[in-house]
């Protein structure tokens, strides 16, 4: 897959693309080797987050002849404006812990952070640039070059806002489903069928994963709980309950003024998270 032009991103200052854990060779050489991106809030990252990853990486394994050589999270810029979100640091530090003490595959990408706010597809165009000019790809054991294919990690509810008129642009669409393609995790009250369906002209690089245990923890009830002084043991990490405590985080509710629900002004792409936005 080619990549775009280095000219067409610009780094935040200091920053550094993130690959300790990306697999540089394919154990099946007759597998197509992918990177799964979750963008969103991560307002705070949940356990249910990186359960998307879990639950993607047995359907890809079950399903599908694509090998998975990394995973990503890539938390929105401050620039989004949402109510209640946190500065961009703090939900890159609360990323970070989560993946290095509870995952051994799951990497965070702050490039979408710490600048102005990206569209969605520019974001897989950065990862597609970062993993496949600047590093090369990946490699077979007998040493051939592989193009790793970057793929959108995301809750049917965020899908489901691809088929609303005015909401994503078309141009964005089909870089994100024609290009790129996504894995997309069933969330509870959302429809799978009704989330595809005006999507038909991609539905081959649309993967549906059904979630066998309905998990509805969201970012949104972490907060109020937090809010209440309620216990949120065991819906987020340990190291994040405490990075939470330490840092006096979500003890208002950050009210201040939304963008138009549902768009946004400068991109027309809807609100957005690895579940939904609204709901994390």
Not at 178 to 205: C, H, K, P
Not at 212 to 222: A, C, G, P, R
């Amino acid at each position: 897959m080619a990549a775009q032009s280095s000219s067409t991103f610009v780094n935040p200052p200091n920053y550094t693309f993130t690959s300790h854990r990306l697999h540089r060779t394919l154990h099946a050489s007759d597998k197509q080797p992918i990177v799964l991106v979750a963008c969103g809030s991560f307002n705070p990252i949940t356990y249910h987050h990186l359960r998307m990853f879990e639950m993607a990486n047995d359907f890809v394994r079950q399903n599908t002849n694509f090998e998975i050589v990394g995973g990503y999270l890539s938390p929105v810029s401050e620039e989004y404006k949402k109510p209640g979100l946190v500065r961009a640091h703090h939900r890159v530090n609360m990323c970070t812990l989560a993946t290095e003490q509870e995952s051994s595959g799951l990497m965070v990408d702050s490039w979408e952070a710490f600048q102005n706010y990206q569209r969605t597809a520019v974001v897989l165009d950065h990862f597609n640039y970062e993993i496949n000019t600047i590093l090369g790809g990946v490699s077979t054991r007998d040493g051939e070059h592989r193009d790793v294919r970057i793929m959108l990690l995301a809750g049917s509810d965020l899908i489901s806002t691809m088929s609303e008129p005015g909401v994503w642009s078309h141009n964005d669409l089909d870089r994100i489903l024609g290009r790129y393609g996504t894995f997309v995790i069933e969330r509870t009250g959302s429809s799978m069928d009704q989330a595809t369906d005006s999507l038909a002209r991609w539905r081959n690089n649309i993967y549906p994963i059904p979630q066998l245990v309905q998990n509805d923890v969201s970012s949104t009830k972490v907060r109020l709980f937090f809010r209440r002084g309620l216990s949120v043991r065991y819906l987020i990490p340990a190291a994040v309950i405490d990075y939470i405590k330490q840092n006096y985080l979500y003890l208002d509710d950050g009210s201040g003024p939304e963008k138009e629900k549902g768009k946004d002004k400068e991109s027309g792409e809807a609100d957005r998270d690895s579940g939904s936005q609204s709901q994390l």
